[in-house]
């Protein structure tokens, strides 16, 4: 039987502990914004550091449809960067947070081709919209695409201005 007392009170108390880990993974805290103009990825970048954040990784299917969503969800529709590059002196591709692409990958049939139009390396990776069928390309980091940001919702990092950052938040 259960008795009120003061919450002052001293007891032994009883803790749950989950045993098991959880089936479902937990939403991800990330906030995606797409560039109001094109740019290099390391220019790219840097625009999304200096903002507080990074260019937008790939780990999951949820992350994917966001990312994709966020890159197709403007009037220039293109190839969009993201954060997955070669590591120096290597052609394995890995993401900005370290991670390697081989965990989860949606590269295009025949991609990474590593195949410049002027003959020089792909060294950077891009998201296609939807409109585009989806999937990713390695393309020169030189190249200037538009690219999408994430930030983490847990700290607050997301810009609050378009004109201050030249970034137009959509998914
Ligand atoms: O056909 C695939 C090929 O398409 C373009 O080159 C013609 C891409 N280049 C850019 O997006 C800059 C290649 O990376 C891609 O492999
Ligand atoms: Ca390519």
């Not at 001293?10 to 797409?34: D, F, G, N, Q």
């Not at 103009?37 to 990074?54: E, I, M, Q």
């Not at 538009?146 to 997301?158: K, M, P, Q, R, W």
Request: with cysteine.
């Amino acid at each position: 039987q259960w008795s009120n007392v003061l919450c002052s009170a001293t007891a032994p108390s009883v803790c749950e502990v989950s045993s098991r880990a959880p089936t479902v993974a937990a939403p991800s805290h990330k906030e995606y914004w797409l560039s109001g103009y094109p740019a290099s990825w390391d220019d790219a970048r840097a625009k999304c550091r200096s903002t507080g954040g990074d260019l937008a990784v790939i780990h999951n299917a949820e992350n994917e449809e966001r990312v994709r969503a966020a890159c197709g969800s403007w009037e220039r529709d293109n190839l969009c960067w993201v954060g997955l590059r070669t590591a120096p002196m290597s052609r394995t591709f890995r993401w900005v947070d370290g991670v390697d692409v081989a965990a989860y990958s949606n590269w295009r049939d025949g991609e990474p081709n590593n195949s410049a139009s002027d003959g020089g390396a792909e060294e950077c990776g891009a998201v296609l919209p939807a409109s585009f069928g989806g999937g990713w390309n390695d393309a020169a980091c030189s190249v200037e695409f538009l690219f999408v940001c994430e930030y983490d919702t847990d700290v607050s990092t997301a810009p609050t201005s378009v004109e201050e950052t030249q970034l137009i938040k959509r998914v």
